[in-house]
C-alpha cells in the first residue's frame, strides 16, 4: 500500500472460532498495520468475541447466528458508516492467507469487486467429484452473466470497492450460497463489474470443515438451486439510489 491508497477494512466473520481468530487477526495486523480489522462475531458460543479483541481487533457481536451472509451484511454496513472505501472479506479460520489482501485490494482500480480465486493457476486446492461439478458450473454460468473468465464463484476471499459496498448494504442475501454467488449475480445486474486475482488456499488450522460424499452431492444440489434462484430473481435496485 502507497500513501495514496485507501482505507481498507478487513471483515472477518467467525462462528465459534476461538481457536483460530486470534491467530488470523494477528496475521492481518503483520501484513499491514494499517488495515483496520473488524471481527463480526456470528452468535459464537465460545470465546471468539474475547480472544478478537484481545488480538487487537474491533469486535461486532451478533445476538445470534446469521450466517456469513448476515455476518457480511453488517460488516458493509460498518464499512459504509465509517466511509471505507474499500472492504474484504478474510475468514477466520486461517484459509485465506493475509498476505494476498493487497493484490486482491489492487485489483479494484478496474473494478468494483475482486475475488481471490483458488482454481486460477496458483496453489494446490482441488475439488473433487459433485463438488467440482457445482464449482465448474456456477463459473461458467457467472462468467456469461459478468463477460470475464471466473474460475471461482464460490471463494469468499473477495474485496468490495465503494459502489459494491453501497450494493452489499442494499442486497446481500444470507441464505445459503447466497454470500457468494446470489450476491454476486445481484451485483452484476446493478452494472457492477467483477474481476479475480489468483491465490493459493490454506487448511484450516483447528476444527473440521464439513467433507465426504454425501455432503459433496447435497452440496452440487444446492449449488444449481442457489444459482437457479439468484438468477431468476428479479434485479435488485440499481446501486446509484442508494447513494447518500
Given at each position: 500500500?502507497?500513501?495514496?491508497?485507501?482505507?481498507?477494512?478487513?471483515?472477518?466473520?467467525?462462528?465459534?472460532?476461538?481457536?483460530?481468530v486470534a491467530e488470523t487477526v494477528h496475521e492481518i495486523r503483520a501484513a499491514d498495520a494499517r488495515y483496520d480489522v473488524?471481527?463480526?462475531?456470528?452468535?459464537?458460543?465460545?470465546?471468539?468475541?474475547?480472544?478478537?479483541?484481545?488480538?487487537?481487533?474491533?469486535?461486532?457481536?451478533?445476538?445470534?447466528?446469521?450466517?456469513?451472509?448476515?455476518?457480511?451484511?453488517?460488516?458493509?454496513?460498518?464499512?459504509?458508516?465509517?466511509?471505507?472505501?474499500?472492504?474484504?472479506?478474510?475468514?477466520?479460520?486461517?484459509?485465506?492467507?493475509?498476505?494476498?489482501?493487497?493484490?486482491?485490494?489492487?485489483?479494484?482500480?478496474?473494478?468494483?469487486?475482486?475475488?481471490?480465486?483458488?482454481?486460477?493457476d496458483v496453489g494446490t486446492y482441488t475439488a473433487r467429484g459433485p463438488r467440482k461439478w457445482a464449482m465448474v458450473l456456477?463459473?461458467?454460468?457467472?462468467?456469461?452473466?459478468?463477460?470475464?473468465?471466473?474460475?471461482?464463484?464460490?471463494?469468499?476471499?473477495?474485496?468490495?470497492?465503494?459502489?459494491?459496498?453501497?450494493?452489499?448494504?442494499?442486497?446481500?442475501?444470507?441464505?445459503?450460497?447466497?454470500?457468494?454467488?446470489?450476491?454476486?449475480?445481484?451485483?452484476?445486474?446493478?452494472?457492477?463489474?467483477?474481476?479475480?486475482?489468483?491465490?493459493?488456499?490454506?487448511?484450516?488450522?483447528?476444527?473440521?470443515?464439513?467433507?465426504?460424499?454425501?455432503?459433496?452431492?447435497?452440496?452440487?444440489?444446492?449449488?444449481?438451486?442457489?444459482?437457479?434462484?439468484?438468477?431468476?430473481?428479479?434485479?435488485?435496485?440499481?446501486?446509484?439510489?442508494?447513494?447518500?
Open positions: 500500500m502507497n500513501e495514496q491508497a485507501p482505507r481498507v477494512l478487513v471483515i472477518v466473520p467467525a462462528w465459534n472460532e476461538g481457536e483460530n473488524l471481527v463480526v462475531d456470528d452468535g459464537s458460543v465460545d470465546d471468539t468475541a474475547s480472544a478478537a479483541r484481545g488480538a487487537g481487533a474491533s469486535v461486532l457481536v451478533l445476538p445470534f447466528n446469521l450466517g456469513v451472509g448476515g455476518a457480511m451484511r453488517a460488516g458493509f454496513h460498518y464499512a459504509l458508516r465509517r466511509g471505507y472505501s474499500a472492504a474484504i472479506q478474510v475468514d477466520a479460520d486461517g484459509q485465506h492467507n493475509p498476505a494476498d489482501i493487497a493484490q486482491i485490494v489492487a485489483a479494484l482500480a478496474s473494478a468494483d469487486i475482486a475475488i481471490g480465486a483458488r482454481f486460477a456456477l463459473g461458467r454460468v457467472l462468467s456469461r452473466i459478468a463477460r470475464t473468465r471466473l474460475t471461482d464463484v464460490t471463494s469468499g476471499f473477495r474485496a468490495a470497492g465503494p459502489r459494491a459496498i453501497q450494493q452489499y448494504v442494499a442486497y446481500y442475501p444470507a441464505e445459503y450460497l447466497g454470500d457468494t454467488v446470489d450476491s454476486l449475480v445481484g451485483a452484476l445486474r446493478a452494472g457492477l463489474t467483477v474481476t479475480q486475482v489468483p491465490v493459493a488456499m490454506r487448511p484450516r488450522r483447528f476444527g473440521q470443515p464439513s467433507q465426504g460424499a454425501v455432503g459433496s452431492t447435497v452440496y452440487l444440489l444446492r449449488s444449481a438451486f442457489a444459482l437457479l434462484m439468484a438468477v431468476t430473481r428479479p434485479a435488485s435496485s440499481n446501486v446509484k439510489e442508494h447513494q447518500a
